[in-house]
């Protein structure tokens, strides 16, 4: 069931398995700082609302490079309220643009971003099939 679409991502839960998907896609390019918040919120939202426990993160396509600043407000404001909800794991297919791939794994070695056990993978049906079984 799509929870989310617009025109950077694509947020689907498959309750049957009690994961969220999110499918970064490659408009993420054209992003900016107030459009990153604005969408990271409404995720969160859809997120805590599904009641999901654990998150399959599609960033093959994301090529956005997310800043210090907006690594340490995605710990402070976005995470809490996963943890808040339940949130305990996440697989993440991670994306081909290095700088993307490098904000994105430094956004998860926050203090906050610690807290879930994120597993990363190279393929998305193998990061879906961890989090199945896991």
Do not use: R
């Not at 054209?30 to 969408?39: G, Q, V």
């Not at 906050?112 to 896991?134: C, N, P, R, S, V």
């Amino acid at each position: 069931m799509i929870l989310h679409q617009d025109t950077y991502v694509i947020l689907t839960h498959l309750p049957e398995h009690n994961i969220v998907i999110t499918k970064w896609l490659s408009a993420s390019c054209d992003l900016t700082e107030k459009l990153y918040k604005s969408i990271m919120l409404t995720n969160a939202e859809k997120i805590v609302a599904s009641k999901a426990k654990k998150g399959l993160l599609d960033i093959v396509d994301f090529d956005y490079t997310i800043s210090p600043a907006l690594q340490e407000w995605t710990n402070e404001v976005i995470f809490p309220k996963y943890i808040q909800a339940g949130f305990v794991k996440g697989a993440c297919v991670m994306s081909k643009d290095i700088f993307a791939q490098f904000s994105f794994e430094q956004t998860m070695e926050e203090k906050t971003g610690q807290i879930f056990t994120m597993k990363y993978f190279d393929d998305f049906e193998t990061a879906k099939d961890w989090l199945i079984i896991a």
